[in-house]
């Protein structure tokens, strides 16, 4: 591996890189935050997708389990809206009075002088918001997050062998169903013996897929072998478990398949794992790093 020779120290530290989700794992799920969001996307699929309010709460839940996300899977059964709008809306009116700075947790990560990255499916306007009201935007050496892992943000019906075939027979909308035929989702499922392998693919990218979370690792340089995952979702853990990161649960005790640790709070990082310390006080002058933190990295797209 190339990252073989990055520390050839009598004794280097267990980790390289710490990569942190960011909603319900860097603040509590007490927030708010997270209920207001599925509360707001459920009002976008009325309002803006024309969708009857009667099967929201089926058809959210149904296309958050199979797809990762809401709009992954909205995506995925033939709606067609813009990204950054989506966020927008969903993000734009969450109570963000309700996250307040958090000096605890900012000293503890700047305690810690190994890398620090966030791996976020959210949007880089709510991420760099929320970091900031966190006071935790120094802390980290940059953001993965949506448009990190979906750069082409135009919404185009094909982009490959097909554009042919539709051009002048077809047209498309931008923001409505229309003239788009939807995948019923609903229906699919109430069939006995429903495939999941037969649902139509979604067009984004974001975490639980092991797709997502490879990628993301090498958009941010970031060897699996030597990183610790910190995250809240249960299936996340088992994701980063797969492709061969070690993991923390966080908002729970209870540690689940697939999680390596397991805490209550992110803000009990020192007394679950003061060996990430030990480590570092063990070798950070032998690899000499600086333990300065650079607030950009170039994997925000
Ligand atoms: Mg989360």
């Known amino acids: 591996m190339e990252y073989e020779n990055c520390y050839r120290q009598v004794e280097r530290p267990k980790y390289d890189c710490l990569l ?14 997270a209920t207001a969001c599925s509360n707001n996307i459920k009002d976008y ?6 969708i009857d309010r009667s099967v929201i709460f089926e058809m959210s839940n149904l296309l958050y389990k199979n797809y990762g996300t809401t709009m992954a899977g909205l995506r995925a059964i033939g709606y067609d809206f813009d990204y950054d709008e989506y966020h927008s809306y969903v993000h734009g009116r969450l109570p963000y009075e309700n996250l307040k700075p958090d000096p605890v947790l900012r000293s ?20 760099v918001k929320a970091l900031n009201i966190l006071g935790l935007e120094d802390c980290f050496e940059g953001i993965i997050c949506f448009e990190t892992l979906n750069p082409t943000h135009k919404n185009i019906v094909s982009d ?11 047209s498309f909308s931008s923001t409505t169903n229309d003239n788009t035929e939807i995948f019923d989702i609903i229906a699919h499922f109430s ?17 639980p897929s092991t797709h997502a ?11 699996p072998q030597r990183t610790l995952f910190f995250e809240d979702s ?15 649960l966080v908002g729970t005790s209870q540690r689940t398949k697939g999680a390596d640790h397991a805490l209550e709070s992110i803000h009990n990082l ?32």
């Open 20 to 33: 942190f989700d960011l909603d319900d794992t860097l603040y509590p799920y007490s927030s708010g935050l």
């Open 45 to 50: 699929m009325v309002e803006k997708l024309g």
């Open 108 to 127: 503890l990560l700047l305690s810690l002088p190994i890398r620090k990255v966030i791996f976020t499916n959210a949007d880089k306007v709510h991420a």
């Open 160 to 170: 490959d062998e097909d554009d042919i075939q539709f051009t002048g027979s077809r």
């Open 191 to 207: 069939q006995p013996n429903a495939s999941i392998s037969s649902l139509p693919k979604t067009p984004i990218v974001c975490k």
């Open 213 to 223: 979370i490879e990628k993301a690792l090498e958009i941010g340089k970031i060897n």
């Open 234 to 248: 249960v299936r996340n853990i088992q994701s980063g478990k797969l492709v061969g990161l070690d993991t923390v």
């Open 270 to 301: 020192r007394d679950a794992l003061p060996e990430l310390w030990v480590a570092v006080n063990k070798s950070s002058s032998e690899v000499g790093y600086s333990g300065k933190v650079a607030v950009e990295m170039p994997v925000t797209a």
